[in-house]
């Protein structure tokens, strides 16, 4: 589910609690100027909305930065005060089981769901020691659910909260 919130009458009802299991990205259009990545990171940055994970996508005249925060409520104020164009989608935190082959566990778990993903990126949180990734699939309820039935730990943004472990 993606959100243009630059065009969105703001409805408190609609947004999700915090025991919501899914995580959200944003992400952050902007000019590919130097300097502009850390315009950002100054504005958002802070005690209440830690970067828990970046990424970005550029190209000659713009970038996409696909950021996640420890709180996206805060984060999406800050955003919207400062101007900055984004969207958010939700997407899937899990725990990297142990072993030798961790992506390869997700991904078969996934696939056998006949689930896409789109994009995958670690984040800078782990809990309890274990990695943890952000997958970005085509059907979040159903990754979540697949996931879960084959023993995957799913993360979300209270764990991410309430842990200080980043």
């Known amino acids: 589910m993606s959100t243009n919130y ?4 703001e409805d408190p009802e609609t947004l999700q609690a915090r ?6 990205q944003f992400c952050v259009f902007m000019e590919n100027q130097v300097g502009r990545l850390n315009e950002l990171m100054r504005h958002m940055e802070d005690i209440d909305t830690r970067v828990v994970a970046l990424g970005f996508v550029d190209s000659v005249d713009f970038a996409a930065v696909r950021v996640m925060f420890s709180n996206s409520d805060r984060a999406r104020e800050k955003l919207k005060l400062q101007g900055f164009f984004f969207t958010e989608f939700d997407v899937v935190g899990v725990e990297l089981p142990e072993g030798v082959t961790p992506f390869s566990e997700l991904c078969t ?8 993903i ?19 699939v085509d059907d979040v309820d159903t ?12 993360v979300t943004e209270s764990d991410i909260l309430l842990d200080d472990d980043l």
């Open 19 to 24: 025991g919501w299991p899914c995580l959200r």
């Open 109 to 116: 778990t996934l696939v056998k769901a006949e689930l896409n």
């Open 118 to 136: 789109h994009h995958a990126y670690p984040l800078l949180y782990r809990r309890n020691g274990r990695r943890v990734v952000a997958l970005f």
């Open 143 to 154: 990754a979540m659910r697949v996931l879960k039935d084959s023993g995957h730990a799913i």
């Open 6 to 9: 630059t065009d969105r009458i």
